[in-house]
């Protein structure tokens, strides 16, 4: 797929993952072993990466779906290369700030690049015509920490947003569509 753009697999640093569900991680192994990158996340969701997390009450029905997942596709799972932290800068894409958005899961990541003003949001959102909205609530596995993650990208305000589960719209509208789901809980 690279080679369509005249880049080679050589090319690839790194793979640069906002948490450890399946629907994420599933090709990480395969390009890792086509361009020798190295995989940074979380060392929150590490279970996750390794394909061993133990989900708890609802969030089972997501531990189903994975576990249906990982047989259909023969997910191995991956070893972290490197685990980053809040308010690290990577260097790469002009220097990216991870901002730690836990609530999906507890080591859930965004990546915000200061150079064009977007936050890379990853699962904190789906965005769809409706609006933005929580993920569905048997994905998540640590919610009470979703209402901290919203304010902190709030206050971030980055130009715009681009979330992993939407429907294709602009940057801006994303970023627009989440501060009016999630901007004017207090204080109104
Ligand atoms: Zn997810
Ligand atoms: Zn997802």
Known sequence: ??????????????????????????NIREIVERSGAKV?????????????????????????????????FGFQGVELDLEIENEEI????????????????????????ERVGILFAGDLFANGRLGAMEPWFFLNTCAQYFEGSF????ELDPR?????????????EQKRRFVAKFGKKKGE
């Open 1 to 26: 797929m690279l080679d369509w753009k005249g880049r080679g697999w050589e090319e690839v640093r790194a793979v640069v993952a906002t948490h450890g569900h399946l629907d994420h991680t599933l």
């Open 40 to 72: 940074y996340g979380h060392g929150g969701d590490n279970e996750h990466f390794v394909g061993r997390y133990r989900y708890r009450g609802w969030s089972r029905i997501c531990g189903c779906l994975e576990w249906m997942g990982r047989l259909l």
């Open 90 to 113: 990577l260097d790469l894409w002009g220097g990216l700030r991870v901002v730690h958005l836990p609530g999906h899961t507890r080591g859930h990541c965004g990546f915000y690049s």
């Open 151 to 154: 304010e902190k990208v709030l």
């Open 160 to 172: 715009g947003m681009l979330g992993n589960h939407c429907d294709g719209a602009d940057a801006g």
